[in-house]
Structure formats: structure tokens, C-alpha cells
């Protein structure tokens, strides 16, 4: 039963993630500078998810180059990165809080959820890969694939950054409605008929 309900959560990570979302603006509190400061943590949290998809070849073969060589679920070390930058945005703590259950539940039941299918269809060549992460630490050259741009839209990276061009958006202008990024930039803020 336990399995059974990690492969759910973990297939309906993305449905959640635009619930959570949607919740995460509704709660935000921004202003110009968290937006700054997290959609640029956001930003590196985007480039590492993309530079893996470009190495990713899903479902058909154990990748161990690119950002694999050093961590084995850099899309997921991508998207932990790119919530606290999310977090830092909203200027909340219960975001924040709302952010890292998100995160913590789902990327877990992911990672369970996937590793178990890569055990399935690859058997000895994943485990070697997984106890192998050390050893291509220390010696780069244990698989030089090179990033393919064609791989991570075929991985439909640009979900990812498209999803994240909203989310500044939105931010963006919840914090222009609510007034903080004019009073950030230090202007004055006339609402209509005040």
C-alpha cells in the first residue's frame, strides 16, 4: 500500500505543484528586492534542471554525464533550489513552509518511485551507477556526453522555465498591486480616487 501511494504522489507531482502554486501567490507577501533575490536563486535552480535534461535520456539508459556525474537526481537538486529561491520571493514563512512539504513529499515519493523503475529495467547497471557517483567525482572523465539543447526540450525542460516566467510575473504583480515594489523603488504609490 505504502508503494502504491508514492507512485501516485510522484505522478501527480505536477497537478499538486499547480495547486501548491496557485496557493503559494494567493499567500506571497513580495516586494521588488525578495523577488530579485529569490527569482535569482529560482534562476540557477532552472540552469542546473536544464543542463541535466539536456544529458537525460528518460527511461532509456542510465546517464552518468553532465551534472550526473557529481549527484544522482540533479533535476530534483535543481527544484529544491528553485523553491527556496521561490520562498525567498514570497517573503513568507508559511509559504516557505507550504514550499519545503511540497518538495520534501513529493521529490521523495519521486525519487523512491524512480529508483525503483531503474532497478526494474536496468538492474546491475544502476546500482553500479549509484555506488560510481563517488568515483566520477574523482575522475571527470567517466562519461562525456555532451549537453544536447534538442534533449532537454525533448525532456520538456521549458515546462520548467515557462512555469517560472509565470511565477515572476505573478509575483510581480501581486507585489505592484499590493504596492511594495513602488514603495521598494522608492516611489509613491496614488491609488485611484485616494
Known amino acids: 500500500m505504502f508503494e502504491t501511494l508514492v507512485a ?47 544529458h537525460l535520456n528518460k527511461a532509456r539508459e542510465v546517464t552518468s554525464s553532465g551534472p550526473y556525474r557529481f549527484v544522482g537526481h540533479p533535476l530534483y537538486l535543481g527544484s529544491s ?16 513552509a507550504l514550499i519545503a512539504l511540497y518538495l520534501a513529499t513529493t521529490i521523495t515519493a519521486a525519487i523512491k518511485s524512480e529508483e525503483a523503475f531503474l532497478r526494474r529495467h536496468f538492474g546491475e547497471q544502476y546500482d553500479l551507477y549509484r555506488r560510481g557517483v563517488e568515483e566520477r567525482r574523482r575522475n571527470p ?3 562525456r556526453r ?19 516566467a509565470i511565477a515572476i510575473l505573478l509575483l510581480g504583480l501581486k507585489a505592484t498591486y499590493n504596492g511594495s515594489f513602488w514603495r521598494a523603488a522608492g516611489t509613491q504609490v496614488v491609488r485611484p480616487g485616494g
Do not use: D
Open 81 to 96: 533550489i528553485m523553491g527556496l529561491g521561490l520562498a525567498i520571493a514570497c517573503r513568507s514563512v508559511f509559504v516557505a
Open 146 to 164: 555532451r549537453f544536447s539543447v534538442q534533449q532537454a526540450i525533448a525532456n520538456r525542460e521549458h515546462r520548467a522555465l515557462i512555469g517560472l
Open 141 to 143: 572523465g567517466a562519461m
Open 8 to 54: 501516485a504522489l510522484a505522478r501527480l507531482r505536477v497537478a499538486l505543484g499547480w495547486v501548491f502554486g496557485l496557493l503559494v501567490i494567493i499567500l506571497a507577501n513580495p516586494t521588488a528586492r525578495t523577488i530579485a533575490v529569490g527569482m535569482s536563486v529560482a534562476v540557477v535552480g532552472e540552469a542546473i534542471r536544464i543542463w541535466a535534461a539536456g
